[in-house]
Structures are given as C-alpha cells and as structure tokens.
C-alpha cells in the first residue's frame, strides 16, 4: 500500500470515487459510464493536497533567570521547577517570558500563537506565580479558602487535557512540587489544590447519596486492584499519565466515600466530587461556561462563591485569575453569552472588572495590519465585559528565522530510490532507512547507532541541506500544496517524480 502525502491522498480520493460509484450509480450503467473521467477530475469530489508545518519561535535559553522583570525569589522558583521537570523549560519560548512578566505586571493578557508553541505555559506559569507570591507574601489571605483561579473551555475534552496536567504538575507523585512551592512560600504553608467542575464530576445531585458514594467508592478501588504485573504497570501509567485523581491516600479517600464524607485531606493537590468543592473551594477551578452558569444560579455552589468573595474583600490586592482557552469559539452570539456570563460573576462576587485578571489564548487571531489589531482589541474588551477600552499585552510570538545552514544539495536520483513508508514503521525499520539514504550524502558521518542519534542529528543538520530548506521556507506556518512545493523544489524535473520526491522529504522530517 503507497503511504506518503500523496499516496494517503490517492487513497482517500479512490475511497470516496468507489463508494459513491456503488452506492448511487451500481444499478445504472448509463449513468456510471456518463462518469466515467469525472469524479476523478480535481474540484468535482476533492481538492489538491496541502501541506503546512508548524511556526517555529525564538527561544530564550535560561530566559527566565536572564528576565529583568521577574523578582529573585520568583526567578529561584521557577529554577527549581525547571530542574524537577515539572512544566518548566530551561529554554522557553520568548513569548512564554513575555506572559509571565505582564501577568506578574498585573496586565491583562491575549496570547495568539501557532499550535504547539506552549500557550498553555503563558497561562500556566503565571498561575503557578500568583499561588506562590500570595503564599508567600500574604500568608493571612493565603491561610482563606477561595476560587483564585477559574480556567474555563468551551467542551470537556479540553479541560479533561488541563486536569490531566495539572494532575502531574501540582500533584505529582513524588511531591516534588510541593516541596518547592513551601521551600519558597514557607514550610506551613497551605497546599495549593484544584477542581475539574463539569458535567463529568462525580456526581450530579443537590447532596450526596450512598448508593453514589458506593459506586463510586467501589469503582476506585477496583482501579487500585492491581492483580497482575499487567494490570499494575496500566495503573502506573494511568497515574503517570494525569489520568488518576490526585489523592494524597487513596485508601482513605475511598473509606470516607463509602461513609458518605466528602473530605478532603489537606494535602490532597485534587478535590475530586462536588461536595468535596462545594464544602472546601479549591484554588483553581477548571469548568466549562455551561457548568459556569448554572453555578452562579444554583444554591447548592454558593459556598464557593461566598468563599471568593470572603477572600477578595480580605485584601485589596487580591485578584481573581479568569483563564480563557481557545477563546476564538467566542465569537458572535457565543462570545455575547460569556460576556453576560462574566457580568453576572462579577455581581455575584461583588467586584467589578477592575479585580479581574484575564488571560485568553487562541492559535487564530488576525495580525496582519492595523486594522485587525483593531478588531482583536474590540473583541478581547467585548469579550472580557469591558465597559471601555482597556489596554492588554498582545502577545503573537517572535518567529524563529530560518538560517542559510552550509547549502549542501542532495542528488535528486537519491529520493527516487526511496519509498515513504520505510521511514514510518517501528524504529529498527526507520533506523535502517536513515543510514540507507544518508550514507554518502556530504556532511553526514553515517551509520547512526541508535535511532535518537539519527533524530538528534536530523534535528540539528536538516537545515544545512538545500532541498529541506527550501521545504521549511516554504511551509512553515503557510498552507502549500503538495504540487507547488514539488514545482519550487525541484523545478527541472518531472512532475510525478518531483512529488514523490517530496513526500520523502515530508517522511523524514518530521
């Protein structure tokens, strides 16, 4: 079977000709024959295959200790977050810095960078900051309960993602982080903990039911009882995963479900049930606007918000975090409900947008002139509920330029040689293929040993070969198809040679 680009795209179009063929023209050969030569043609069932890379951005190694911004204390924290690999880079991203000074500045924030370029970090980090510089520097408004931050998605998928990290940053199992956030905070000081309130939470109902409660309970511990080497190494996974409650003992959470107590301890990272949030307010609440709302109008979420509000009129400067991901689903009618939404929490808390912080992230945001600045600032200020024009950080990425590498060139027979597919089965068999098609090309000390060496030299020396950069040049953070990177690459040669030429490099790169 012909894998690559264009042989998954033969394939798909093939797929789709064959089923509407015997689906609604089978039992009429007149009008299967009058077909013939149409369905085939580019525009009638398909378009023409486009590729597109990821943007790559500007790095800044040790960029947060080189931050001259970022207080001592702050800069030694996330040092030692760094150092325990807990979701802290020694070589973040600039854009990454930039969030993390305006946040710690008390901006507002609109972060709109490419898929995969860390905009969960630029939220994140200045989460995790504003935890610490409160334990740290108001240990009394610390010791309150109350929702510091709301981290809100439009779909459950979403905030299933953001628990699951959470769960291995905030409650990892080796309790690094909380080692460090009281080794900077203060060794009494209270454990930061947080809440997936959705649908999804266990479970529905104005108060707990036994019957739940033993299910539930029920339904835990049969996940912890691993019987076999098999079925332990799935629950070391799952934990190593995020995607297991945070519990600090288990054992005793499932005994106090199965009484019917709804109790956290106080060094559990996650409350779990609603009625474990409903009673103690987590510091971070990770919901969906839908859920959101019928918090604000239920009786049963009152004590949370009566908690925040207790937290927020104690001490002046405390602000709320209000955290929107993918905020581009906002937009029209959708966008005029959360904006109501958030009016109707500031009421509830008593506060008005001055005592919010927000900061939204999205990879879809125009940029290319004044004009559609203009129009992101119209739509944060709606968005957010302001009644003026406030200003915010815009943060879009610095773009990693790409460098001119030594211009080795490649024969073109040498791709022709080549098949996609060698490269995209298990190691052993891409390890091969590398050292097959590398071996004698300039500048390459083949064999590879190991297939991360070959990986790790790719990554590094790709660039430094004409027909590769050109495909980064081309792509990267732009949709081209697969004809024209053909015809730009290898403009001398034939069509149908070139594109399978192509989709080798395309195998290879990633």
Known sequence: ?????????????????????????????????????????????????????????????????????????????????????????????????????????????????????????????????????????????????????????????????????????????????????????????????????????????????????????????????????EQQEFLDKLIKDGKFPAKEDFDSFIDKLYHSKHIPNDEDAELVTRFEMQQFCPDILITNYSMLEYMLLRPRENKIWASTQQWLEADPNNKLLFVIDEAHMYRGSSGGEVSLLLRRLFHRLGISRDRVQFILTTASMPNKDEEDRKAVRTFFNELTASDNMRPFCYLTGEREEIGGGLACDIPFERFLKEQPEAYEGDDPQRLMAINQFWTGITGCATPFDTSEQAYQWLYDHLVDYTPFRLLFEKCRGTAVSLRELAESIFPNQKQEQAIHAVCVMLAIAP
């Open 1 to 229: 079977m012909a894998n690559g680009a264009n042989g998954v795209h033969l394939q798909l179009r093939e797929a789709l000709e064959n089923y509407i063929k015997s689906q609604y023209f089978g039992k009429s050969p007149i009008l299967l024959s009058a077909l013939q030569g149409k369905l085939d043609q580019e525009g009638v069932l398909y378009q023409k295959p486009y590729v597109e890379s990821s943007p790559a951005y500007k790095t800044a190694p040790n960029g947060i200790q080189k931050s001259g911004k970022l207080p001592d204390w702050l800069k030694d924290y996330f040092t030692a977050l760094s150092d325990a690999k807990l979701g802290v880079y020694p070589a973040p991203f600039c854009h990454q810095i930039s969030a993390l000074e305006a946040a710690q500045a008390g901006q507002d924030l609109f972060v709109s960078t490419g898929t995969g370029s860390g905009k969960t970090e630029c939220f994140m980090w200045p989460l995790m900051a504003k935890l610490a510089s409160e334990a740290r520097n108001q240990p009394e408004s610390w010791s309150m309960r109350g929702v510091r931050t709301i981290v809100m998605y439009p779909m459950n998928a979403l905030v299933s993602d953001q628990v699951s990290r959470l769960r291995r940053l905030i409650g990892d199992q080796e309790h690094k982080f909380v080692n460090i956030f009281r080794d900077t905070c203060g060794m009494d000081s209270r454990r930061p903990q947080f809440g997936m309130y959705t649908g999804r939470t266990p479970y529905a109902g104005p108060e707990p039911k036994r019957s739940e409660d033993h299910r539930l309970a029920n339904t835990y511990a049969q996940m912890l009882k691993a019987e076999t080497e």
